[in-house]
Nanobody
Framework: QVHLVESGGGLVQAGDSLRLSCAAS????????MGWFRQAPGKEREFVAT????????YYTDSVQGRFSISRDNAKTTVYLQMNRLKPEDTAVYYC????????????????????WGPGTQVTVSS
């Protein structure tokens, strides 16, 4: 069982930066692939970024490539999402998720594969 809690959301202007954090409970954090997803009003939840259990494999959706950076600190059982050059279209509730996998190198973009989810944190980017 993994309990996830996101923090760091807020209201910013276009071009600003935010750093989201996701604190996880449990002693086996490094065995989970972690992902960030987001959901805007009236839209489906979409993949943003994922990082493997050992932190050595990372993948982003095209719309955030070069602006967002995912990282993790397994000692602190926390995953981060650094968001730079934010745009109004980045406005959404951001969720972190954990996927128990067999390989420490695995990444996952499919939200249906994730086992645990946080409650989300709101990010609003004004123009």
């Amino acid at each position: 069982q993994v309990h996830l809690v996101e923090s760091g959301g807020g209201l910013v202007q276009a071009g600003d930066s935010l750093r989201l954090s996701c604190a996880a409970s449990g002693r086996t954090f490094s065995t989970y692939t972690m992902g960030w997803f987001r959901q805007a009003p009236g839209k489906e939840r979409e993949f943003v970024a994922t990082i493997s259990g050992n932190g050595g494999n990372i993948y982003y959706t095209d719309s955030v490539q070069g602006r967002f950076s995912i990282s993790r600190d397994n000692a602190k059982t926390t995953v981060y999402l650094q968001m730079n050059r934010l745009k109004p279209e980045d406005t959404a509730v951001y969720y972190c998720a954990a996927d128990r996998v067999a390989s420490s190198w695995a990444v996952q973009t499919d939200r249906l594969s994730y086992d645990y989810w946080g409650p989300g944190t709101q990010v609003t980017v004004s123009s």
